[in-house]
């Protein structure tokens, strides 16, 4: 089994750029999850793993080979190796390096009466996160990205999402790609804004439905609300007239979801 040592390692060096660089990752398709349970659930998920790193004093070879069961290289690194790279405080002992997965709309598998949420130009890797945990707490088929601004596979955006990122389907385009996308495959959406809205809950979710939210900084595009089957609000009785995007986001869904019967 190969062991490395040294943080000067080129390989180890190379891991430390995917972790900061969203260029890096892209060039070479891979990144970098970390902790056993995100490393189960990428797998689920059908992540490819191509090389796992760990610290023999906090997890053994035979755990790593239960957990993961398709070919792999294993290597073994002392712990200035592994504080380099890992991205946590709490210390689990376990990294991998895993192929990205293509994102394209055309990929997606719906089923006959999908729920969709669709999230424009989300930025902060922590509502990101918290959106994909709404959406794998639903079962969701899909999320959207429309216009990202985030690289999805952000050490941060894994984290925030505790492994999430790997249990959704998840497609980016830009909102007129994904408009596109959504009347060819006759799938209702609505827009959840301020301007000619009806209260969210007096609509039918029951149909196939695409659920689209935007920053709070801004909201939806001009586009997102002019061509929307129907625009939505969430009533606020506050002296504010809004809430963070995942929350937002898990009010519809879970109207939806109701509307369903669970």
């Not at 239960?66 to 504080?83: A, G, R, S, T, W």
């Not at 895993?98 to 999230?119: F, H, Q, R």
């Not at 061509?227 to 809004?242: F, H, L, R, V, Y």
Request: some cysteine; charged content about 20%; aromatic content about 6%.
């Amino acid at each position: 089994m190969k062991q490395i040592t040294s943080v000067q390692n080129p390989f180890i060096k190379s891991l430390v750029l995917l972790q900061e660089k969203a260029k890096a990752r892209k060039q070479t398709g891979t990144f970098l999850i970390e902790g056993q349970r995100e490393i189960s659930l990428a797998i689920k998920g059908g992540y490819e793993i191509e090389t796992v790193l760990f610290l023999p004093e906090l997890v053994t070879e035979n755990e790593i080979n239960k957990l993961i069961q398709n070919p792999f290289q294993l290597i073994e690194i002392n712990k200035e190796v592994y504080q380099k790279l890992a991205y946590r405080d709490t210390t689990e002992g376990i990294l991998a390096v895993a192929k990205t997965k293509s994102l394209k709309l055309s990929d997606l598998k719906l089923s006959e009466n999908p729920l969709i949420l669709v999230v424009e130009s989300l930025e902060k890797p922590g509502n990101i996160g918290a959106v994909l945990r709404t959406a794998d707490a639903a079962n969701l088929d899909a999320v959207l990205i429309a216009n990202p601004k985030s690289d999805l596979y952000n050490p941060n955006i894994v984290r925030s999402s505790v492994g999430c990122l790997f249990t959704n389907q998840i497609a980016t385009g830009t909102s007129e790609e994904i408009i596109a996308f959504l009347k060819e495959k006759k799938i209702n959406f609505y827009s959840a804004t301020l301007q000619n809205s009806t209260s969210y809950h007096t609509q039918n979710f029951t149909t196939p439905t695409a659920l689209v939210v935007g920053t709070e900084a801004t909201g939806l595009t001009q586009q997102w609300r002019d061509e929307a089957t129907q625009n939505i609000i969430i009533p606020m009785q506050g002296e504010i007239d809004s809430m963070n995007v995942s929350v937002a986001a898990a009010i519809l869904i879970f109207e939806a979801k109701r509307q369903r019967g669970f």
